[in-house]
Each structure stands twice: as C-alpha cells, then as structure tokens.
C-alpha cells in the first residue's frame, strides 16, 4: 500500500496551486466560519454606508474627502503649553481625532465580512450589501475617499501628516481581498462598479509606491515597513500589477526577513517596544500574511543563509500564544488582557508548515474581539478571503 501521506505529496507537485493552499484534514475552515459569521448575518446587511465625507476633522489642512488621524503617542507637552505635542510611547492619547480611522476600519470588517458570508451561502443580499459600501467609498464621487494619506497621523504643532501614518491603510488589506473575491466569483452587481474599485486603487498603490511619505513608509525597518508592503501586495495582486508583487517578494526575503527576525525567531524591532507582546504579534501576523499572498507555504518557510523565517517567528511565539504567563518579558503597559486573538499568523503557519498545534491554538482564541484598540491591530479577520 503506497502510504497516504507519499500520495499526497505527489498530488501537490501534480497541483502546485494546491501547494499553495493546503487544507489539512480535519480544519474545516468554511464550517468554522459558517459558524462564526452567520449570527452576525443581519447587523452587517442593515448596516448602512459612512465614509470619511460625513465626519468633519476640524484639525484637519484639507477637504472633507481627505483622510486625515493623529498620531496615536503624542500628549501636549505639560513643560510647553500650546507647542507641539509630545512622545509618550505606547500610551494613546484619548483626546486625538479618530473618526475617519473608525469609519476606515468599520469598513474594513464590514465589506470582508459580507463578502466571506456570500462565498458560503452565494445569497445576492450579502453581495448587494457590500456593493453598497464599496461604491460609497471608492466610486460616488460625493463620498469616495481621495486615494492618499497625505494628512495621517499628524501631529498637533508640528506637522499635518506623516509618512507613518500609511499604515492607516492597513485596515483594507482585507477590502481588497473582498474586491479580488467578487471578481474571480462574478458576484452579482459587481461588474458595475468594478471600474471605480480598481481605479481607486490603481491611484493608490501609485501614491504608495511614488509618493515621499509612501516610498519613506516602505522603508521603515519595523512593523510599518512590513505593514507597506502587505498593502502594496494586496492591492497589486487585486488589480494585476505582477512588477509590484515580484518586487513585494523580494524586499520579503531581502529585506524585511533578514532585518526583522532573528536567527531564533524573535522579533528584536518590536520587543523593544513598551507594548512588545502585542508588537510582536502584530507584526508576526503582517509577515504571515504577507508571505502566505506572494507565496504560500513555500514562504512562509523560506529561511536565509543564517536560518532566519517567517516560520521560525511563529514557532518563537507560539508558546507564548498558549500561554501568555510565560511571556519572559514584562507586560505591555497598554491592554495586556486584549491579546492574544485568533492570530492569522498560526494559520497560516499551521498550514503552511503541517503544524496541528498552531492550528489549534487559532481555533480556540477569540476571532471577534471588541476592544477599539486590539480590532485595530487585528486586521487580517477574514480566513476565507486568503485560503
């Protein structure tokens, strides 16, 4: 008898996509979403369209379509009344504008979250609700957001935006994802509006990838740079840049692997953080996500010379994912109790590396939490959209 697991393999090099996009037996993905997503069928349908048109920003330099959010650290400076404000690293100001980062990332939960709804029960409603939204942000010229951060994290006294503030975007890696989905599935309504989606963002990735703050963005060396580069991938592979996608590929294994993980596993960047647990798992779930869309299993365990990978950081985390009492350094000074959540990067490393245990650490972590600032921070929600 040839032996089960021989004929697998030889499946897989017969089907390189399913290389790619392994289902292990036993995770049952769609049934477990099924599960998830269906009580919240009816408040995402009813939920109606808000773009950043409808939600002034007094601060704000530029017009009511333009983007514009605070830099999440900055405190008036007790030493300066009325000058610039200043760091306090890993405490969040309260008091900074964050309404048109809300409206973003409402939109980034709701528009995944119909289009994984329709891929499980092909029902038009769920299509139609999300078209609703993407025309409302990306088409009608009254309410679509201009494709550009040039106003994102600013900072009171001292500038109007900065380069950091693209990681804003972040928050619809997983729209895009949606949009690619509807597509390749022909979801009903969609050929109408598909011209405005792509163009937005064509015009985009065109900022992201041309523009000062965004060429200076994609060269951070910490989780911004890896948060760039998600976004650039996503968006490419939505509207076919493949020039974008191979140079996505190599600055992973070029740059930001060699740069961002050590030999070990850890994450030194981010561990040196006042917030390192959930920096870490953070920036551990960009990376996954990134090496799963450009390359799938193959890079996810991809290693350097040295012996760096994406699959060595998850296996540095892992243990602390299960049990964050042992965590060897100390607590984050902000929401320690809000992580872990079912973090994306132990799926697609359990996947990707045939590893039940990490798959079973995702399968019983939170995959909806409510706290403002841990969603923020969670922003690959969707499995259906990626698998």
Same mark, same amino acid.
């Given at each position: 008898?040839?032996?089960?697991?021989?004929?697998?393999?030889?499946?897989?090099?017969?089907?390189?996509?399913?290389?790619? #996009?392994?289902?292990?037996?036993?995770?049952?993905?769609?049934?477990?979403?099924?599960?998830?997503?269906? $009580?919240?069928?009816?408040?995402?349908?009813?939920?109606?369209?808000?773009? =950043? &048109?409808?939600? $002034?920003?007094?601060? %704000? $330099?530029?017009?009511? #379509?333009?983007?514009?959010?605070? /830099?999440?650290?900055?405190?008036?400076?007790?030493?300066?009344?009325?000058?610039?404000?200043?760091?306090?690293?890993?405490?969040?100001?309260?008091?900074?504008? +964050?309404?048109?980062? !809300?409206?973003?990332?409402?939109?980034?939960?709701?528009?995944?979250?119909?289009?994984?709804?329709?891929?499980?029960?092909?029902?038009?409603?769920?299509?139609?609700? &999300?078209?609703?939204?993407?025309?409302?942000?990306?088409? +009608? %010229?009254?309410?679509?957001?201009?494709?550009?951060?040039?106003?994102?994290?600013?900072?009171? /006294?001292?500038?109007?935006?900065?380069?950091?503030?693209?990681?804003?975007?972040?928050?619809?890696?997983?729209?895009?994802?949606?949009?690619?989905?509807?597509?390749?599935?022909?979801?009903?309504?969609?050929?109408?509006?598909?011209?405005?989606?792509?163009?937005?963002?064509?015009?985009?990735?065109?900022?992201?990838?041309?523009?000062?703050?965004?060429?200076?963005?994609?060269?951070?060396?910490?989780?911004?740079?890896?948060?760039?580069?998600?976004?650039?991938?996503?968006?490419?592979?939505?509207?076919?840049?493949?020039?974008?996608?191979?140079?996505?590929?190599?600055?992973?294994?070029?740059? =930001? @692997?060699?740069?961002?993980?050590?030999? !070990?596993?850890?994450?030194?960047?981010?561990?040196?953080?006042?917030?390192?647990?959930?920096?870490?798992?953070?920036?551990?779930?960009?990376?996954? &996500?990134?090496?799963?869309?450009?390359?799938?299993?193959?890079?996810?365990?991809?290693?350097?010379?040295?012996?760096?990978?994406?699959? /060595?950081?998850?296996?540095?985390?892992?243990?602390?994912?299960? +049990?964050?009492?042992?965590?060897?350094?100390?607590?984050?000074?902000?929401?320690?109790?809000?992580?872990?959540?079912?973090?994306?990067?132990?799926?697609?490393?359990?996947?990707?590396?045939?590893?039940?245990?990490?798959?079973?650490?995702?399968?019983?972590?939170?995959? !909806?939490?409510? =706290?403002?600032?841990? @969603?923020?921070?969670?922003?690959?929600?969707?499995?259906?959209?990626? =698998?």
């Amino acid at each position: 008898m040839i032996p089960r697991r021989t004929l697998l393999l030889a499946a897989l090099i017969a089907a390189p996509a399913a290389w790619a #996009r392994p289902q292990p037996i036993g995770l049952d993905i769609r049934a477990i979403e099924r599960r998830r997503l269906m $009580p919240q069928a009816e408040a995402l349908i009813t939920a109606e369209p808000r773009t =950043i &048109a409808a939600i $002034p920003a007094p601060r %704000s $330099p530029a017009g009511p #379509r333009d983007y514009y959010s605070e /830099g999440d650290y900055w405190w008036p400076d007790a030493a300066n009344p009325g000058g610039p404000y200043v760091r306090r690293d890993g405490r969040s100001n309260p008091d900074k504008f +964050d309404g048109h980062r !809300d409206a973003l990332i409402a939109f980034g939960r709701t528009v995944p979250a119909l289009a994984a709804l329709w891929d499980l029960t092909s029902e038009a409603r769920f299509a139609d609700a &999300a078209m609703r939204h993407l025309h409302a942000w990306f088409v +009608d %010229s009254k309410t679509r957001m201009n494709p550009n951060l040039d106003h994102a994290q600013a900072i009171i /006294g001292a500038n109007t935006g900065r380069a950091i503030g693209v990681i804003d975007t972040l928050q619809i890696v997983e729209v895009a994802r949606a949009a690619t989905l509807f597509g390749k599935k022909n979801a009903p309504g969609y050929a109408a509006i598909r011209a405005g989606v792509d163009s937005w963002f064509a015009e985009y990735l065109s900022w992201l990838t041309t523009s000062p703050f965004g060429t200076e963005e994609r060269d951070e060396t910490n989780n911004h740079g890896t948060c760039w580069l998600l976004q650039a991938a996503s968006f490419a592979a939505l509207i076919g840049r493949d020039d974008i996608l191979a140079d996505a590929r190599a600055r992973l294994q070029t740059i =930001i @692997v060699p740069t961002q993980i050590a030999a !070990d596993g850890r994450q030194p960047l981010e561990l040196a953080r006042t917030k390192p647990f959930a920096y870490s798992l953070f920036n551990l779930d960009v990376l996954a &996500a990134s090496a799963w869309l450009l390359g799938g299993r193959e890079l996810i365990g991809w290693q350097t010379a040295d012996g760096r990978s994406i699959a /060595g950081a998850i296996a540095w985390m892992a243990p602390y994912i299960a +049990d964050k009492a042992a965590w060897p350094l100390p607590p984050d000074i902000e929401y320690w109790d809000g992580f872990p959540v079912r973090q994306p990067s132990l799926l697609f490393g359990g996947l990707a590396q045939e590893r039940g245990d990490w798959l079973a650490i995702w399968r019983r972590l939170d995959p !909806d939490p409510v =706290i403002g600032e841990v @969603v923020r921070n969670f922003p690959v929600r969707q499995p259906l959209l990626w =698998i």
